[in-house]
């Protein structure tokens, strides 16, 4: 069984402040989420294995964007979202 049988997943847009490494410009940018909330119940054909899985399963939020532009019409660089954090637990 999949990982994310165990999860209903739903889009989410977060608002954060970047600075572009480039001409250091400070913007706000709409970052993608991915959250994935545990499901009530197990689903079926479900082994022990999966059970024990599932019980230790957890709410959490999956980056989508890892890239962003410059708005700055004269800079336009493309650069990397600084921190590493790519995943959450909620």
Same mark, same amino acid.
């Given at each position: 069984?999949?990982? %994310?049988?165990?999860?209903?997943?739903?889009?989410?847009?977060?608002? /954060?402040?970047?600075?572009?490494?480039?001409?250091?410009?400070?913007?706000?940018?709409?970052? %993608?989420?991915?959250? %994935?909330?545990?499901?009530?119940?197990?689903? %079926?054909?479900?082994? $022990?294995? $999966?059970? /024990?899985? +599932? /019980?230790?399963? #957890? $709410?959490?939020?999956?980056?989508?964007? $890892?890239?962003?532009?410059?708005?700055?019409?004269?800079?336009?660089? #493309? +650069?990397?979202?600084?921190?590493?954090?790519?995943?959450? +637990?909620?």
């Amino acid at each position: 069984m999949d990982e %994310r049988d165990y999860y209903i997943e739903k889009p989410e847009t977060k608002r /954060a402040t970047y600075n572009c490494p480039k001409c250091r410009q400070s913007s706000e940018f709409q970052i %993608r989420w991915l959250r %994935r909330t545990k499901k009530r119940e197990l689903p %079926r054909g479900a082994s $022990d294995y $999966d059970r /024990a899985k +599932f /019980a230790k399963a #957890r $709410d959490y939020l999956v980056r989508v964007d $890892d890239m962003l532009y410059c708005p700055n019409s004269h800079c336009r660089h #493309r +650069f990397e979202i600084p921190n590493s954090q790519t995943v959450v +637990f909620v």
